[in-house]
């Protein structure tokens, strides 16, 4: 069965860094798309950040571009996103997200195809006070 726990969230001041990890059981990530996502309250749920299965190419929203890093590693079966610099907005729960394929650079469209196909996990809260 997949499964994907998020983990590394908490209370940081701006300016501040976290490093979120997702970890899978039951597949092996390397092979899947994976996105990071967040829900801030009143807000609908957007993508951060995603990484291909194909070449493992990152993409950002641009929001995050410059001071969040996606990146996958094959020795823990996970994917971590290392935010910096962080900003009262990027308030939210983060989730994560597993699809297997597509075989294409990661783009935006690769939220939306997430979104239809992915397994998620519960979330991790990140509160960032100004």
């Known amino acids: 069965q997949v499964q994907l726990v998020e983990s590394g969230g908490g209370v940081v001041q701006s300016g501040g860094s976290l490093r979120l990890s997702c970890a899978a059981s039951?597949?092996?990530?390397?092979?899947?798309?994976i996105g990071w996502f967040r829900r801030a309250p009143g807000k609908e749920r957007e993508g951060v950040s995603c990484?291909?299965?194909?070449?493992?190419?990152?993409y950002y929203t641009d929001s995050v571009k410059g001071r969040f890093i996606i990146s996958r590693d094959k020795a823990t079966n996970a994917v971590y996103l290392q935010m910096n610099n962080l900003k009262p907005e990027d308030t939210a729960i983060y989730y994560c997200?597993?699809?297997?394929?597509?075989?294409?650079?990661?783009?935006?469209?690769?939220?939306?195809?997430?979104?239809?196909?992915?397994?998620w996990g519960r979330g991790t809260q990140v509160t960032v006070s100004s």
């Open positions: 990484i291909s299965s194909y070449d493992s190419s990152p």
């Open positions: 997200a597993a699809a297997r394929g597509p075989q294409t650079s990661a783009n935006e469209d690769l939220f939306g195809y997430l979104t239809a196909h992915g397994s």
């Open positions: 039951g597949f092996i990530l390397d092979y899947y798309a």
